[in-house]
């Protein structure tokens, strides 16, 4: 294999930089040559690509976002989409694709090469956590200690006005962003989408609470799970305490990748290199139990991450 594309697609996450250095630097030292494709599979279809070299990674380890700009791409849903990503692919004369990204990604990827039978290995990367195949996907720890120091802020003050607050999370299917700034930010209540709770039953939990001299507390929703606005007005209405609403939104996915995610990010990088040489097409580099792993494409994009209740009871426990 002489020479492989690379792209970012979907949501970006922070760690995506770390992932395409170390794409475009293993690659290069096996001696292959290395396209970048700019807007994830928008740009694969509108040409916006090009050569990378060791200095276009230069500098971007600690940077969150993603240097190749990311898009959710609805033209390359579209047969007719892929047929133009095709000609590019033989313009640029590519033999291998790497696709950072979520399982969404991943299974245009497939798409693809169902079709025209091009090589493609995928990366995890999505601040939600929720690719089946990996423990851990590129920018996960880096968004949960995002949320954590925002928990820790809004504790002082919900502390000080004795207030509850509502911090509403990202995650439009999965918890898990919810779940592990819950533990770690000492939250009351985690509201995930995978375990539904009423928001009688939230009420009934800060009503004992405050008979037990509690005045403060802290309730993180995850976006799939309901509008953090609604809980808190229902809240308010049910209790009748002062409460108060922060939607976390955009900032949870920027800033400096933690160390975890730019070493994870470094290793899933190689790894895809590593799968594309050895022929394990339509692979995803992942980690398992500390161990960087190759799983089955297919498998990844109709498969279904599950959130480790264990950790959700514990929570529970750890609240009362
Ligand atoms: O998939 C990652 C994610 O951050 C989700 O948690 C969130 O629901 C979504 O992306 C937001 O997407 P957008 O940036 O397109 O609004």
Redesign the pocket.
Known sequence: MQRIGVLTS??DSPGMNAAIRAVVRKAIYHGMEVIGIKHGYKGFIEAEMGPMNLGSVADIIHRGGTILQTA?SEEFRDPRGRAIAFENVKRFNLQGLVVIG?DGSFKGGMEFYREYNLPVVGIPG???NDVPGTDYSIGYDTAVNNVVDAVNKIRDTATSHERTFIIEV???ESGCIALASGLAGGAETIMIPEQPVRVEEICDKLIRGYRRGKLHSIIIVA?GAASGIEVGRLIKEKTGFDTKVTILG?LQ?GGTPTAFDRILASRLGAKAVDLLISGEYCSMAGMVKGEIVAGNLEKVTTGRKHLDMDMYQLAGVLSI
């Open positions: 979907g949501g959710r979520g999505t601040i939600d990202m995650g439009r976006e955009h996915r």
